[in-house]
């Protein structure tokens, strides 16, 4: 059944292997195994899932085409809300990959642990022998060097950039 709605739906684009087309919007055949693989649709993997996905699919492209057709993809509200969303998106990549590289740098060695660990018993912060100790100290170290390696890298950024800021913004009377 899937196979013959989709292959009607062709309308002789082979060369593009056109399976669905929502006015002037078309879905290869790729994109649909993609986007049916992609979702939960997929555990099912049963034709009556692959319609329901389709019937979705559809559904959610009708929804974007009216929503066009309305203009809402002009209106301020939701240019707005794609500047805020691009602008986490970017945050958070950047924000993973300094993660990423900082965390491969902030590495901990075993006299370090030990001088901890030293430190905390001659503090008397704990009871607990060094083997017992030794990963928790390690962890909160690494989570150390990696904050204090973070707060280095904004003040670098920051050392390297030209920042005004207008006084009058920390006065509560504005």
Same mark, same amino acid.
């Given at each position: 059944?899937?196979s013959?709605l989709?292959? @009607?739906?062709?309308?002789?684009?082979?060369?593009k292997?056109?399976?669905?087309?929502?006015?002037?919007?078309?879905i290869?055949r790729?994109? /649909?195994?993609q986007?049916f693989?992609? %979702?939960?649709f997929?555990r099912? @993997?049963?034709p009556g899932?692959?319609?329901?996905f389709?019937?979705?699919l559809?559904n959610?492209?009708?929804i974007?085409?009216d929503?066009?057709?309305?203009?809402?993809?002009?209106s301020?509200? /939701?240019?707005?809300?794609?500047?805020?969303f691009?602008?986490? %998106?970017?945050?958070k990549a950047a924000?993973?990959?300094? *993660?990423r590289e900082? %965390?491969?740098?902030?590495?901990?060695?075993d006299?370090s642990?030990e001088?901890?660990y030293n430190?905390m018993c *001659?503090? @008397?912060?704990?009871?607990?022998?060094?083997?017992s100790m030794?990963?928790?100290?390690?962890?909160e170290l690494?989570?150390?060097r990696?904050?204090?390696?973070?707060d280095?890298?904004?003040q @670098?950024?920051?050392k390297?950039t030209r920042i005004?800021?207008?006084q009058?913004?920390?006065?509560?009377?504005?």
């Amino acid at each position: 059944m899937i196979s013959a709605l989709l292959a @009607g739906c062709n309308n002789g684009a082979r060369d593009k292997d056109v399976v669905v087309k929502i006015n002037n919007y078309e879905i290869t055949r790729q994109e /649909f195994e993609q986007e049916f693989a992609d %979702s939960s649709f997929s555990r099912q @993997g049963t034709p009556g899932s692959r319609m329901d996905f389709l019937n979705s699919l559809i559904n959610r492209q009708l929804i974007l085409q009216d929503a066009q057709a309305n203009d809402l993809d002009k209106s301020r509200q /939701f240019i707005e809300m794609i500047q805020k969303f691009w602008e986490q %998106s970017l945050l958070k990549a950047a924000l993973d990959k300094a *993660s990423r590289e900082i %965390s491969n740098v902030a590495t901990i060695d075993d006299l370090s642990v030990e001088a901890a660990y030293n430190k905390m018993c *001659s503090e @008397g912060k704990t009871g607990k022998s060094y083997s017992s100790m030794y990963q928790q100290i390690k962890w909160e170290l690494k989570q150390a060097r990696e904050s204090e390696l973070m707060d280095n890298w904004l003040q @670098g950024l920051r050392k390297k950039t030209r920042i005004v800021i207008d006084q009058s913004i920390s006065r509560s009377d504005k």
